[in-house]
T-cell receptor, first 111, second 114 residues
Framework: LAKTTQPISMDSYEGQEVNITCSHN???????ITWYQQFPSQGPRFIIQ???TKVTNEVASLFIPADRKSSTLSLPRVSLSDTAVYYC????????????FGQGTELSVKP | NAGVTQTPKFQVLKTGQSMTLQCAQD?????MYWYRQDPGMGLRLIYY???????DKGEVPNGYNVSRLNKREFSLRLESAAPSQTSVYFC?????????????FGPGTRLTVL
């Protein structure tokens, strides 16, 4: 399983765009990149997943460069309720769903 | 539609006691998982069940046993609790266990072993 590296913490203010970058230098050809969000005292929740280029949903965008050695989760116009830990995971398509959660990035949004 | 439910929400045990954490999902998912999360850390996979009737070890299986009772239920048992097992335990499920399948998590069980 590819190892991921992401910042331990980030601070932002309401209304700003937040970009969290994840490094995964050893990503394999068949690996997908997935982001989960975890609020305090809750289980993680799926945000977005991608394989290459750009993916966008109602919550976030995921940018993946051509070499796929990194990816960036973009949260547009964050609010206080986006304060959470964000995990970047890289996994093979058919490996039994074994997800490796690193330490994640603790995002703190201030008023 | 409750999703993934876990019982109990909180539990305090003494060293050496045993207990079973219960997990159930109502989404007709094939795959189920047990994770633990220690303070300030990410989740670590204890055991998973790719489908009914199968179970496999994850990263940290020592001190735990699991039972996939049926398609809906997946229990985690601590036979002789130790203080090192103090943690928050999360159960999750996904449709087919593929990495492209979203994992849905329960609310967690906070376990303290004295």
């Amino acid at each position: 399983l590819a190892k991921t590296t992401q910042p331990i913490s980030m601070d932002s203010y309401e209304g700003q765009e937040v970009n969290i970058t994840c490094s995964h230098n050893n990503i394999a050809t068949n690996d997908y990149i997935t982001w989960y969000q975890q609020f305090p005292s809750q289980g993680p929740r799926f945000i977005i997943q991608g394989y290459k280029t750009k993916v966008t949903n109602e919550v976030a965008s995921l940018f993946i460069p051509a070499d796929r050695k990194s990816s960036t989760l973009s949260l547009p116009r964050v609010s206080l309720s986006d304060t959470a830990v964000y995990y970047c995971l890289v996994g093979l398509y058919n490996q039994g769903g074994k997800l490796i959660f690193g330490q994640g990035t603790e995002l703190s949004v201030k008023p | 539609n409750a999703g993934v439910t876990q019982t109990p929400k909180f539990q305090v045990l003494k060293t050496g006691q045993s207990m079973t954490l219960q997990c159930a999902q109502d989404m007709n998912h094939n795959s189920m998982y047990w994770y633990r999360q220690d303070p300030g850390m990410g989740l670590r996979l204890i055991y998973y069940s790719a489908s009914e009737g199968t179970t496999d070890k994850g990263e940290v299986p020592n001190g735990y046993n699991v039972s996939r009772l049926n398609k809906r239920e997946f229990s985690l048992r601590l036979e002789s609790a130790a203080p090192s097992q103090t943690s928050v335990y999360f159960c999750a499920s996904s449709e087919f266990g593929r990495v492209t399948d979203t994992q849905y998590f329960g609310p967690g069980t906070r376990l303290t072993v004295l």
